[in-house]
């Protein structure tokens, strides 16, 4: 068992910076690969950037390309997402997920094991 535990979230001005943790329990973090999903009111969930168990690979959404940054600290058992240039469009709840497999994070149908709880970001124009 694994529990995902979201922090950083909060309300922001367009054009700035926020970066969300979520802190995993367990030993065995560094085995799994991790992402990070958001959910806009009225939308589906969609995956925002997703990184390899060693951090190697990283994906992202087209629509924060160039603006987040997703990396881990296995020692610690963290992954952050770094959210700089915040834009209205990015408000939503952003959740952690964990899989064994990178690919299962990445998928257009996402079959991830284990879920945080979310955390709000609002970024307000």
């Known amino acids: 068992q694994v529990q995902l535990v979201e922090s950083g979230g909060g309300k922001v001005q367009a054009g700035d910076s926020l970066r969300l943790s979520c802190a995993a329990s367990?030993?065995?973090?560094?085995?799994?690969?991790m992402g990070w999903f958001r959910q806009a009111p009225g939308k589906e969930r969609e995956i925002v950037a997703a990184?390899?168990?060693?951090?190697?690979?990283?994906h992202y959404a087209d629509s924060v390309k160039g603006r987040f940054t997703i990396s881990r600290d296995n020692a610690k058992n963290t992954v952050y997402l770094q959210m700089n240039s915040l834009k209205p469009e990015d408000t939503a709840v952003y959740y952690c997920?964990?899989?064994?497999?990178?690919?299962?994070?990445?998928?257009?149908?996402?079959?991830?094991?284990?879920w945080g709880q979310g955390t709000q970001v609002t970024v307000s124009s």
């Open positions: 990184t390899s168990r060693s951090g190697g690979s990283t």
């Open positions: 997920a964990s899989a064994f497999q990178y690919w299962r994070v990445i998928s257009t149908t996402p079959t991830v094991d284990y």
């Open positions: 367990g030993r065995t973090f560094s085995s799994y690969a």
